[in-house]
T-cell receptor, first 117, second 109 residues
Framework: GAVVSQHPSWVICKSGTSVKIECRSL??????MFWYRQFPKQSLMLMAT?????????EQGVEKDKFLINHASLTLSTLTVTSAHPEDSSFYIC?????????????FGPGTRLLVL | GQNIDQPTEMTATEGAIVQINCTYQ??????LFWYQQHAGEAPTFLSY??LDGLEEKGRFSSFLSRSKGYSYLLLKELQMKDSASYLC??????????WGAGTKLIIKP
């Protein structure tokens, strides 16, 4: 099946620094990727929809200047958490949308744990 | 390698019971999650099992057998709104999620 990877797996950083997380589709191209954050045992909360070659679409309440998304190629989307603070500590998960036989499917990445000290 | 298997698609009748199976082979185990995802929406958390046995939550129950690398999600009294994809995910020893491809559940009247 399709594989989505994320890098890094873990990030520990000081408050005020910026952190970049990569999401890659390894064996397929994805014009659309999604970024989610998840708190323990809770539902994934959609942050933004990343579209290749155009600006990302952010969900209500998500600061676009704080969570910068770049989808520069069909296999890579990046999420940069700028000036990270402890409240940004979370589990960030990306997914890639694929259409197979006219059916839409999402393939999820393994997640990136961010801890801001 | 790491692997999660679940059926691609299942069909059931409104009011009936359906069991969605999930088998896994992962490097380490820190719990198994079930999510429901309606088309165009984010996955919704349904259950988390880390110990063997059955966890019941309303119409939904989830079972885990760590020795067999097996889990199932049981949905009772099916409703039309239960038509969705059901995702099984295992957290491995690095606390990363390994995702199944999802089971599309179709409910017929």
């Amino acid at each position: 099946g399709a594989v989505v990877s994320q890098h890094p797996s873990w990030v520990i950083c000081k408050s005020g620094t910026s952190v970049k997380i990569e999401c890659r589709s390894l064996d397929f191209q994805a014009t659309t990727m999604f970024w989610y954050r998840q708190f323990p045992k809770q539902s994934l909360m959609l942050m933004a929809t990343s579209n290749e070659g155009s600006k990302a679409t952010y969900e209500q309440g998500v600061e676009k200047d704080k969570f910068l998304i770049n989808h520069a190629s069909l296999t890579l989307s990046t999420l940069t958490v700028t000036s990270a603070h402890p409240e940004d500590s979370s589990f960030y998960i990306c997914s890639a949308r694929v259409e197979v036989a006219a059916q839409e499917t999402q393939y999820f990445g393994p997640g990136t744990r961010l801890l801001v000290l | 390698g790491q692997n999660i298997d679940q059926p691609t698609e299942m069909t059931a009748t409104e009011g009936a019971i359906v069991q969605i199976n999930c088998t896994y082979q992962t490097s380490g185990f820190n719990g198994l999650f079930w999510y429901q995802q309606h088309a165009g929406e984010a996955p919704t958390f349904l259950s988390y099992n880390v110990l063997d046995g059955l966890e019941e939550k309303g119409r939904f129950s989830s079972f885990l057998s760590r020795s067999k690398g097996y889990s199932y999600l049981l949905l009772k009294e099916l409703q039309m709104k239960d038509s969705a994809s059901y995702l099984c995910a295992v957290m491995d020893s690095n606390y990363q999620l390994i995702w199944g491809a999802g089971t599309k559940l179709i409910i017929k009247p």
